[in-house]
């Protein structure tokens, strides 16, 4: 499926790092509202971004901190907390690259990450803290077999 559940398979470890990058469109961004019901006019109505002294309409902060979950999803990492810091807007049609590390892990697979993403300016946009477990022998099992299409 992907090079991040291969690495899964092998054994994660303090230090493995993980890239994605996501070009972000005012569709998903409208779409992401109603699944959310985050209906601020920050998204939606320019006089309401003028008056906040912003470039245009940004995307939902969560909509663009969700690209942890996708490193998440194809760890098969049950998280237990996440919490972010919101540095600066996204905007429809930027590109985010998201860097996602794994920074503890101790005896019980119970692990820490943290996450940065930064537009295609290079400016951070979002820091993010993750913990939760990593799967064991037997949840890899089951990923390994998932990736052969058993």
């Not at 992907?2 to 469109?25: A, C, P, W, Y």
């Not at 006089?47 to 098969?76: N, P, S, W, Y």
């Amino acid at each position: 499926m992907s090079d991040i559940r291969q690495k899964t398979l092998e054994g994660l470890e303090v230090g493995d790092q993980f890239t994605l990058t996501r070009t972000f469109t005012e569709t998903e961004t409208m779409t992401f509202g109603e699944i959310s019901r985050d209906h601020n006019p920050i998204h939606y109505d320019e006089r309401f971004v003028r008056a906040k002294g912003l470039q245009g309409r940004i995307c939902h902060g969560l909509l663009v901190g969700g690209m942890i979950t996708e490193v998440g999803g194809q760890i098969g990492w049950l998280a237990s907390g996440m919490n972010f810091r919101f540095r600066r807007p996204v905007y429809f049609g930027d590109t985010v690259t998201c860097v996602f590390t794994i920074t503890e892990v101790d005896d019980k697979n119970r692990a820490r990450a943290e996450a940065v993403l930064s537009n295609q300016h290079g400016d951070v946009v979002i820091e993010a803290w993750l913990t939760g477990v990593l799967p064991g022998p037997v949840e890899r099992n089951i990923l390994a077999s998932l990736l052969a299409g058993d």
